[in-house]
């Protein structure tokens, strides 16, 4: 199963992060104290890939819309209500003419490459077959009855799109994972059934000791509490644990220094926590848990440290967290090994499923049999007909041999003499004085009888 180490963000707060001009507050530290290398200013940071089959599209109308300085100022100004509302999409008419024109190309590209995207799923249609007009309905991310031009409906439609698709994100990653710990554990079982009872009972004891050897680590800090960031304070950046500032911590771990700490910025906050659970080395650790683990503790610190809901964590938000009485005393912190991550139920309807698909693959796969099967028939049945009528010309053709007919030519056509040499050859040949036949207009006149 492949996933992604890193999850997006909504549209909106990537237009965010990328148009808003915030300069970080220059903050006093030591930096010879700090191991790990700082952001250079005026480097450019890759930002991960939100996992939308638009993503291309998305990033190239954030860059060109953040060359336009009207639009920057709005969307500096311009709240998360007016940026999901519309409003600021209406700002697109005031924009420079050669915005609206490299937008306008940006748009014609995806729409040809949505147009190829449908082809190739339709490679057995021919072209003239396909209403590429009607297909692209299905892409609600840009306005398809206007392929040539970029209109602020194009924009509205690009940013509302992209926000529902990224917030069932992460609740599709939890129902994929689901599904895969009941197919590791229906796996499991069917295996188990191949087995006699005595390799059974040492694979549940196998299975029974990796479990609780998986579970056998040191504690892990709550996510997003003192402790843990104190940690990584000290670890990863090297720094004294008794000189923890939240202000300074936050700056730090602003990786693009944009002024927030973003989804991707807080999960690398939680990599000291996940390798005490998890080790690739080991048999015993799943790196897909692993991923899950991150997302989980990444939505727990956004529920309880994100006050606006726009997934971005701001300077102000992070030091109001702080000073709550869950950042000095959390509870404990439950990894997935200490939770029931399904029921029996559960599973039990997922076999369900499982056994209705493969009931269906098989019917298919008997189809198709029956398909090839008919197939050959009906290809053994022409190749004897084939024979069959090559015996009847090799037969037609010894037959005119023995009568004296001209043999037949490798295409079948009869080798027979030009007309005048057929002619000359079959003509009587008269002797001298005998019976010849007449010019036209000649009468014959009796021959005299004499007697002796």
Not at 56 to 84: G, M, N, P, S
Not at 336 to 349: C, G, I, R, Y
Request: proline share 5%.
């Amino acid at each position: 199963m492949k996933r992604l180490s890193v999850l997006p963000q909504q549209c909106l707060l990537l237009m965010t992060c990328l148009l808003m001009a915030l300069e970080a507050v220059p903050i006093d530290i030591d930096k010879t104290k700090v191991k790990a290398e700082g952001h250079v200013e005026g480097e450019k940071v890759e930002n991960p890939d939100t996992g939308l089959y638009y993503d291309e599209y998305l990033r190239q109308v954030i860059d060109v819309l953040e060359t336009d300085k009207h639009f920057r100022e709005k969307l500096q100004t311009a709240d998360i209500e007016e940026i999901k509302s519309g409003k600021l999409s209406r700002e697109l008419d005031l924009v420079s003419h050669h915005v609206r024109t490299r937008l306008d190309e940006l748009k014609r590209q995806e729409v040809a490459r949505l147009r190829m995207l449908i082809k190739a799923k339709m490679d057995s249609v021919q072209d003239t077959g396909i209403d590429h007009q009607a297909l692209l309905k299905q892409f609600e991310h840009l306005n398809h009855q206007n392929p040539d031009t970029f209109e602020p409906k194009d924009l509205d439609m690009l940013i509302k799109a992209a926000t529902s698709d990224l917030e069932n994100y992460d609740k599709t990653r939890h129902e994929e994972f689901k599904k895969y710990e009941m197919m590791k554990e229906h796996e499991r079982r069917e295996y188990l059934k191949t087995l006699d009872e005595e390799k059974r009972k040492r694979e549940e004891s196998k299975f029974e000791e990796m479990k609780k050897k998986h579970g056998d680590h040191p504690k892990v800090h709550h996510p997003g509490s003192k402790d843990q960031l104190k940690e990584v304070w000290e670890e990863a950046d090297g720094l004294d644990p008794n000189e923890f500032d939240p202000k300074t911590f936050f700056k730090l771990h602003d990786v693009n220094n944009d002024g927030f700490l973003d989804e991707q910025e807080l999960e690398a906050l939680f990599t000291k926590e996940l390798e005490k659970v998890y080790d690739p080395k080991n048999e015993e650790d799943d790196m897909v848990e692993m991923e899950e683990e991150r997302l989980r503790m990444r939505e727990h610190v956004m529920n309880e440290v994100d006050i606006n809901k726009d997934r971005l964590v701001t300077l102000e938000e992070f030091l109001r967290a702080t000073e709550k009485k869950e950042f000095l005393e959390p509870d404990s912190w439950e990894t997935l090994d200490q939770q029931q991550l399904f029921t029996e139920d559960e599973l039990k309807e997922f076999e369900n499923h499982i056994s209705q698909q493969e009931d269906e693959l098989r019917k298919k796969a008997e189809e198709l049999q029956k398909q090839k099967e008919e197939l050959q028939r009906q290809h053994d049945q022409l190749q004897a007909q084939k024979q069959e009528l090559q015996q009847v010309v090799k037969q037609m053709e010894q037959k005119k041999l023995q009568q004296g007919s001209p043999p037949a030519g490798p295409g079948g056509e009869l080798k027979i003499q030009p007309p005048a040499e057929h002619k000359a050859a079959d003509a009587p040949q008269h002797p001298a004085g005998g019976d010849q036949p007449l010019p036209p207009g000649h009468i014959q006149e009796p021959a005299v009888r004499t007697d002796p």
